[in-house]
């Protein structure tokens, strides 16, 4: 399976100097945890680092900022971390340990930004894989017990018991 079968095509962007209330608006608006942040390069926008719903807590209400004074640009993480959509499941999950995120902006053969793939969307992929792993393995032993039924026990062996009885010893 690859990156491209599991990845959100549905990528939400969010210019640097917006301040925070306006990615909070995008975020809830469009159902997203992260944002990918944008700038005004030669050509064009370009990609400058991505913005979390956990940015916008903790690096800036929890920390007592103004979160009106500030601008998304001033907590987004970067540089981004990208994998492309032909990647399996492993070189992702790998990408994301190695750089330690959650997520994973895709990119395809020209190097455009064409998804993101999330944590939850890896999780998701590879449970239902190992859903179908455990039904192949519960239906070949149904399968097996129907083709072939438990062979009957063999006879136990008759046993024989001496007499009970002094066995030989006689009284004095």
Same mark, same amino acid.
């Given at each position: 399976m690859t990156v491209a079968q599991v990845c959100s095509r549905q990528v939400?962007?969010?210019?640097?100097? +917006?301040? =925070? +209330? @306006?990615? &909070?608006?995008?975020?809830?608006? #469009? #159902? $997203?945890? +992260? =944002?990918? /942040?944008? &700038?005004?390069?030669? #050509?064009? #926008? %370009?990609? $400058?680092?991505?913005?979390?719903?956990?940015? =916008?807590? /903790?690096?800036?209400? +929890?920390?007592?900022?103004? @979160? @009106? %004074? =500030?601008? /998304? !640009?001033?907590?987004?993480? !970067?540089?981004? /971390?990208?994998? @492309?959509?032909? &990647?399996g499941l492993g070189e992702a999950l790998e990408r994301m340990q190695a750089h330690g995120v959650r997520r994973l902006l895709v990119t395809d053969a020209q190097g455009h930004l064409c998804g993101m793939a999330s944590f939850d969307d890896l999780l998701s992929a590879l449970a239902a894989q190992f859903t179908t792993l455990a039904t192949a393995v519960r239906v070949g032993r149904e399968r097996e017990a129907a083709e072939r039924p438990p062979l009957a026990p063999p006879p136990l062996p008759a046993l024989r018991l001496p007499r009970f009885g002094t066995a030989g010893w006689t009284a004095p």
């Open positions: 939400v962007t969010v210019d640097h100097d +917006a301040p =925070l +209330a @306006a990615a &909070a608006r995008l975020m809830r608006d #469009h #159902h $997203v945890g +992260a =944002l990918v /942040v944008t &700038a005004r390069a030669e #050509h064009g #926008h %370009g990609v $400058v680092g991505v913005v979390t719903d956990r940015d =916008l807590v /903790v690096e800036g209400l +929890a920390r007592g900022a103004d @979160a @009106a %004074g =500030l601008r /998304v !640009g001033q907590l987004m993480r !970067g540089p981004v /971390v990208v994998v @492309a959509e032909t &990647a």
